[in-house]
């Protein structure tokens, strides 16, 4: 078939689509409404080629009413979705603005039944990915494990010129990703824990409501937050707590805002985590802190008497959990962040010194033993408080075990 021929039934089509909702219920009407296209989307070897590109904007206002009008998806759609899904990735991760708010809008009008947001998620390596990018490279961050130290640090800096934010991500695209997030955050219950673990959605969210240009950024941003966070509270309030998220309320709170929503949610958001901060102990805080995965110098790990009351507890709580957490934390290099090793070897050190009847316990979990690798490590912070963890074990390497 003359590749002209079908790029010009496509863009009919495509209009015809647009006007006729009419066209769109009867074609739906039908068991496999998208079987004539998905050869179609599967022949795209770039993403500007022009017959993949007319063929997923049919697929998206096909699929869009479908979720609309059938909102537990059929095995046709549910078929479909994720094979469109796969295709406006490739958009997604173009490095030209234009194509990826396409993707993007096009996610946008897809995520409006709870099916789609499942599927959306399901594949979440596809589509989730390249968002997450677009975000942290907006937030001033880049590559995984600088990214998490910049975000924890609060580090990160707003550098991008008018109509742009930071790595010349386009404002308008910006607003477009905080949108399909906020749609995907009224599933946050499900998703919220996942979210967080693999991509520390809530210090990116934080530090990007932080560098917030406009009302409309702000308000998809704390919305999400919102959403996010009381879906699962046991786990993201404290995530929140950590990275000052309360502070940064405050700080909103104080930008003369006129959004009744927006106001609505932040009051929500505010007395969420008021809430919690106010029943926290600093125990509390320290474990969560170890649960996240990921430590600064925060205050409990410089505190003598935070660790004369609580070392033994450190060591006891839920089975010897958080001795084995910071085992798995410093078992990794943190390239980008190091100080992260020199706060797990500061927190055993201060353990091995409190209660030094349990340092076999740390042994056993490879700590003394990695602590013992560090000490060769290039970073001076890093050597210093090996260096110090493994003075504690020496005290008491004359005594018998």
Same mark, same amino acid.
């Given at each position: 078939?003359?590749?002209?021929?079908?790029?010009?039934?496509?863009?009919?089509?495509? @209009?015809?689509?647009? $006007?006729?909702?009419?066209?769109?219920?009867?074609?739906?009407? !039908?068991?496999?409404?998208?079987?004539?296209?998905?050869?179609?989307?599967?022949?795209?070897?770039?993403?500007?080629?022009?017959?993949?590109?007319?063929?997923?904007?049919?697929?998206?206002? =096909?699929?869009?009413?479908?979720?609309?009008?059938?909102?537990?998806?059929?095995?046709?759609?549910?078929?479909?979705?994720?094979?469109?899904? &796969?295709?406006?990735?490739?958009?997604?991760?173009?490095?030209?603005?234009?194509?990826?708010?396409?993707?993007?809008?096009?996610?946008?009008?897809?995520?409006?039944?709870?099916?789609? +947001?499942?599927?959306?998620?399901? !594949?979440? @390596? #596809?589509?989730?990915?390249?968002?997450?990018?677009?975000?942290?490279?907006?937030?001033?961050?880049?590559?995984?494990?600088?990214?998490?130290?910049?975000?924890?640090?609060?580090?990160?800096?707003?550098?991008?010129?008018?109509?742009?934010?930071?790595?010349?991500?386009?404002?308008?695209?910006?607003?477009?990703?905080?949108? #399909?997030?906020?749609?995907?955050?009224?599933?946050?219950?499900?998703?919220?824990?996942?979210?967080?673990?693999?991509?520390?959605?809530?210090? =990116?969210?934080?530090?990007?409501?932080?560098?917030?240009?406009?009302?409309?950024?702000?308000?998809?941003?704390?919305?999400?937050?919102?959403?996010?966070?009381?879906?699962?509270?046991?786990?993201?309030?404290?995530?929140?707590?950590?990275?000052?998220?309360?502070?940064?309320?405050?700080?909103?709170?104080?930008? !003369? =805002?006129?959004?009744? @929503?927006?106001?609505?949610?932040?009051?929500?958001?505010?007395?969420?985590?008021?809430?919690?901060?106010?029943?926290?102990?600093?125990?509390?805080?320290?474990?969560?802190?170890?649960?996240?995965?990921?430590?600064?110098?925060?205050?409990? !790990?410089?505190?003598?008497?935070?660790?004369?009351?609580?070392?033994? +507890?450190?060591?006891?709580?839920?089975?010897?959990?958080?001795?084995? &957490? =910071?085992?798995?934390?410093?078992? &990794?290099?943190?390239?980008?962040? &190091?100080?992260?090793?020199?706060?797990?070897?500061?927190?055993?050190?201060?353990?091995?010194?409190?209660?030094?009847?349990?340092?076999?316990?740390?042994?056993?979990? $490879?700590?003394?033993?990695?602590?013992?690798?560090?000490?060769?490590?290039?970073?001076?912070?890093?050597?210093?408080?090996?260096?110090?963890?493994?003075?504690?074990?020496?005290?008491?390497?004359?005594?018998?075990?």
């Amino acid at each position: 078939v003359d590749t002209d021929v079908v790029q010009y039934v496509l863009v009919l089509l495509g @209009d015809l689509l647009e $006007g006729s909702p009419a066209l769109v219920d009867s074609l739906l009407e !039908h068991d496999n409404t998208y079987a004539p296209f998905l050869p179609l989307l599967a022949q795209a070897t770039s993403p500007e080629e022009a017959i993949p590109l007319l063929t997923s904007t049919a697929l998206t206002t =096909l699929l869009a009413r479908e979720s609309t009008s059938n909102p537990k998806g059929r095995p046709a759609s549910d078929t479909a979705l994720p094979i469109l899904y &796969k295709y406006l990735s490739t958009l997604a991760k173009s490095s030209d603005s234009g194509l990826q708010d396409i993707a993007v809008m096009g996610y946008s009008a897809l995520l409006r039944s709870r099916r789609s +947001r499942e599927l959306f998620w399901d !594949h979440r @390596d #596809v589509t989730i990915e390249p968002l997450i990018s677009i975000l942290r490279t907006a937030a001033g961050v880049s590559g995984s494990g600088a990214s998490a130290a910049s975000l924890w640090s609060s580090s990160a800096t707003a550098r991008g010129g008018e109509g742009f934010i930071n790595g010349g991500i386009d404002l308008q695209l910006l607003y477009h990703v905080l949108l #399909v997030m906020w749609q995907l955050s009224f599933e946050g219950a499900a998703i919220g824990d996942g979210l967080e673990d693999e991509y520390d959605v809530i210090p =990116l969210f934080t530090q990007l409501l932080r560098l917030s240009p406009k009302e409309k950024t702000t308000r998809l941003l704390v919305s999400t937050l919102y959403n996010l966070i009381s879906g699962n509270p046991k786990s993201l309030l404290p995530a929140a707590a950590l990275v000052r998220l309360p502070t940064l309320l405050q700080n909103v709170t104080g930008r !003369h =805002l006129t959004d009744p @929503d927006l106001i609505e949610d932040l009051t929500a958001l505010s007395e969420l985590l008021e809430e919690h901060t106010k029943t926290q102990t600093t125990f509390d805080q320290y474990a969560a802190e170890v649960e996240s995965g990921h430590l600064r110098w925060s205050p409990p !790990h410089r505190n003598t008497v935070f660790w004369a009351e609580n070392a033994r +507890r450190i060591l006891e709580h839920n089975n010897g959990h958080l001795p084995k &957490k =910071l085992a798995e934390i410093i078992s &990794k290099p943190w390239d980008n962040d &190091k100080q992260v090793l020199a706060i797990v070897c500061n927190d055993v050190g201060c353990l091995v010194k409190e209660v030094p009847e349990k340092r076999q316990q740390l042994e056993r979990l $490879g700590l003394k033993t990695r602590i013992m690798e560090l000490m060769a490590e290039p970073d001076e912070s890093v050597r210093w408080e090996s260096l110090r963890a493994v003075g504690e074990w020496l005290r008491y390497s004359f005594e018998t075990k």
